[in-house]
């Protein structure tokens, strides 16, 4: 079946370092992917997308990468700052007569160290 | 905007017990979504609507029943509540295109 998967499931980093978390997918239909990021006790945020056809997408302070060949997506974050500790999910779309459907990764959480 | 949003935010329920978790948003967008969250695991699509009028299964929607009320509130009903529905509820909306849009989630336990 569809899966999309995290390399790590804890991340810590030093404060004002570059932060890199990797997804793993397997269905090579799907043509969007998001990056969202879940704080303590709240819904998730939507950080960063990109579709199929690129290979790169810059935010302010995010990057996400998409390697088709290997199904690998990742989310880099620049100088690093506290309140970017947060659990961070991988989701991708795939639509299948019309109906959309985004399959969850497990998270990744990211710890950001003072 | 409110964004989306979330009624109750936490919920104590015996066994067999029935209840309806709200959900509304105020963006205008055509397609809500229900979600759980569990530990350990991604979001389950449990019950979806593409707009206002439809409803579909997602993945999970075993002891789950939804109601797209209008184009604002979709909401999502246990008739009889199972310790296994312990979970985080998160509500969805979105446009035609675009990201998803998350409420705040409702903490339900079930004993």
């Known amino acids: 079946g569809e899966s999309v998967g995290l390399h790590l499931p804890t991340l810590s980093v030093q404060e004002g370092d570059n932060s890199i978390i990797n997804c793993a997918y397997s269905?090579?239909?799907?043509?969007?992917f998001i990056w969202y990021k879940q704080e303590s006790g709240k819904g998730p945020q939507f950080i960063i997308d990109i579709r199929s056809n690129m290979d790169k997408r810059q935010g302010q302070r995010v990057t996400v990468l998409l390697n088709k060949t290997v199904k690998h997506l990742s989310l880099q974050i620049a100088a690093t700052q506290p309140g970017d500790s947060a659990v961070y999910f991988c989701a991708e779309r795939a639509v299948n007569f019309g109906n959309e459907k985004l399959t969850f990764g497990t998270g990744t959480r990211l710890t950001i160290i003072p | 905007n409110a964004g989306v949003t979330q009624t109750p935010k936490f919920q104590v329920l015996k066994t067999g017990q029935s209840m309806t978790l709200q959900c509304a948003q105020d963006m205008n967008h055509n397609s809500m979504y229900w979600y759980r969250q569990d530990p350990g695991m991604g979001l389950r699509l449990i019950y979806y609507?593409?707009?206002?009028?439809?409803?579909d299964k997602g993945e999970v929607p075993n002891g789950y029943n939804v109601s797209r009320l209008n184009k604002r509130e979709f909401s999502l009903r246990l008739e009889s509540a199972a310790p296994s529905q312990t979970s985080v509820y998160f509500c969805?909306?979105?446009?035609?295109?675009?990201?998803?849009?998350f409420g705040p989630g409702t903490r339900l336990t079930v004993l």
């Open positions: 269905n090579s239909a799907s043509d969007y």
């Open positions: 609507s593409a707009s206002e009028g439809t409803t």
């Open positions: 969805a909306s979105k446009l035609s295109f675009g990201e998803q849009f």
